[in-house]
C-alpha cells in the first residue's frame, strides 16, 4: 500500500511559520529544522526573531536555513508588505504555519479598526494564506496548518455574527468564563471554521488544510493582561504540557505523508478529533469566509 504513495517529508520543504519566537511555535520551528526544513521566521520583533534564528541554525549544527520576515499580525499593512517579501525572496512555498496568537483582556482595536483577539488569531491567518495562496498552490501539493485550541468550545453559541467587533462580549464581566475568553474562543472557532472551508475549496487542488489543538501548553501566553492572569497561568503551567509536547501535532501534521491528513480536519495528539458542534456548521464556515474576505479589503 505505502509504495503507492510518493512518500511525503518535511525535509527541505519551504516551511513559513508565525509566531515561533516563542513557546510551541519555536518548539516546532525547531523540531522542524532538525528535520531538514527550510524556514521562514514571520516575527514583529527583529531583535528576538535574528536570535532565534541563530538559536534554531546552531542547534542543528548550523545546517539549518533559517530566513526572517517581519510583521505585525495585528497590522494588514505589515502583513501584506511581509507576504510581499516571501513571494520575492522565496522561490516556493510549501507549508504555511499559522501559529501566532494571542489573547487580550481588555478591548482593542487595530490600525485596521478591528477588535485586537479577531484581527490577530484569525484576520491574521485568513489575511496571509490569502496572500500566499497562489505560491503555495504552485509547489503542488501544499499544506495550511493553524493553531487552533480546545478553547474554542468556550464559544458556546458560535460566532457572534451581529458582535463581530465584540462591544457587547467584552462587556460581560471579566472571570475565568468572561468575554474576553469566550472572544478567545470564537477566533480559535474561527481556526477551525477557516480551516474547514479551506479544505472544501481548495478539495484536489493541491493545498491540504488542517488545524490542532495543542492541548495546556506551559508558554508566555496570557503574560501581558495583568498579576490574576499571570496567577492563574503559572497554576495551570502545573497541569500544562511542555512547549515541545504542544508542538507534537504540529511537527506531525507538517512531515507526516499525505495520506494521514484529510483536508480540512481538527486534529489533536496526532489523530483526528471532532470539534465542537458549532464548529462543524458549514454555512457559517461560509459566512465567516465572506465576512473575512470582506475585512481584509481596503
Ligand atoms: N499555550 C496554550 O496552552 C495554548 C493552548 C491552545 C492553543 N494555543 C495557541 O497556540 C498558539 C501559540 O501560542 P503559545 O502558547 O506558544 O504562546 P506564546 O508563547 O505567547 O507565543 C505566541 C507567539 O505569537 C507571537 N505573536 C503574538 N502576537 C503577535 C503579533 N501581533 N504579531 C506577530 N506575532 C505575534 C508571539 O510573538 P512575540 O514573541 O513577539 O510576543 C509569539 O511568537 C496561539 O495561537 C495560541 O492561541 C496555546
New binding site residues.
Given amino acids: 500500500m505505502e509504495n503507492l504513495y510518493k512518500k511525503w517529508t518535511v525535509q527541505g520543504k519551504y516551511v513559513i511559520i508565525?509566531?515561533?519566537?516563542?513557546?510551541?511555535?519555536?518548539a516546532a520551528a525547531k523540531e522542524l529544522a532538525n528535520r531538514g526544513a527550510v524556514l521562514g521566521l514571520?516575527?514583529?520583533?527583529q531583535t528576538?526573531a535574528n536570535k532565534v534564528a541563530a538559536q534554531i541554525k546552531s542547534s542543528t549544527g548550523d545546517r539549518a536555513k533559517v530566513d526572517v520576515f517581519m510583521?505585525?499580525?495585528?497590522s494588514q499593512e505589515s502583513i501584506r508588505s511581509a507576504a510581499a517579501d516571501i513571494l520575492k525572496r522565496w522561490p516556493r512555498v510549501d507549508i504555511l504555519i499559522n501559529?501566532?496568537?494571542?489573547?487580550f483582556l481588555s478591548r482593542k482595536l487595530t490600525v485596521d479598526g478591528l477588535e485586537m483577539t479577531w484581527a490577530?488569531?484569525h484576520i491574521?491567518p485568513f489575511l496571509l494564506t490569502t496572500l500566499l495562496l497562489d505560491r503555495l498552490k504552485e509547489s503542488g501539493h501544499a499544506r495550511v496548518i493553524t493553531?487552533?485550541?480546545?478553547?474554542h468550545k468556550k464559544a458556546r453559541r458560535g460566532i457572534r455574527f451581529d458582535d463581530l467587533s465584540a462591544e457587547r462580549l467584552y462587556r460581560i464581566p471579566q472571570s475565568l468564563l468572561g468575554g474576553a475568553n469566550i472572544r478567545?474562543g470564537e477566533t480559535?472557532l474561527a481556526?477551525i471554521m477557516f480551516t474547514a472551508e479551506l479544505g472544501r475549496r481548495h478539495e484536489g487542488k493541491g493545498v491540504t488544510a488542517a488545524c490542532f489543538?495543542?492541548?495546556?501548553?506551559?508558554?508566555?501566553?496570557?503574560?501581558d493582561n495583568g498579576w490574576l492572569a499571570r496567577l492563574t497561568m503559572a497554576v495551570?503551567k502545573m497541569f500544562?504540557?511542555t512547549?515541545e509536547k504542544?508542538a507534537e501535532t504540529l511537527v506531525w501534521l507538517a512531515d507526516s505523508d499525505e495520506m494521514n491528513v484529510s483536508s480540512g480536519g481538527y486534529y489533536k495528539d496526532m489523530q483526528i478529533a471532532i470539534p465542537s458542534e458549532s464548529a462543524r456548521n458549514m454555512d457559517a464556515a461560509k459566512r465567516l469566509w465572506t465576512i473575512s474576505e470582506e475585512q481584509i479589503r481596503y
Wanted: charged share 10%; aromatic share 4%; glycine share 14%.
Fill in positions: 508565525t509566531g515561533a519566537t516563542s513557546g510551541i511555535g519555536l514571520v516575527a514583529r520583533n528576538k510583521a505585525d499580525m495585528a501559529n501566532a496568537g494571542a489573547l490577530v488569531n491574521a493553531t487552533a485550541s480546545h478553547g478567545y480559535k481556526n489543538d495543542p492541548g495546556l501548553v506551559s508558554t508566555n501566553f496570557n503574560q495551570m500544562s504540557r512547549p504542544g
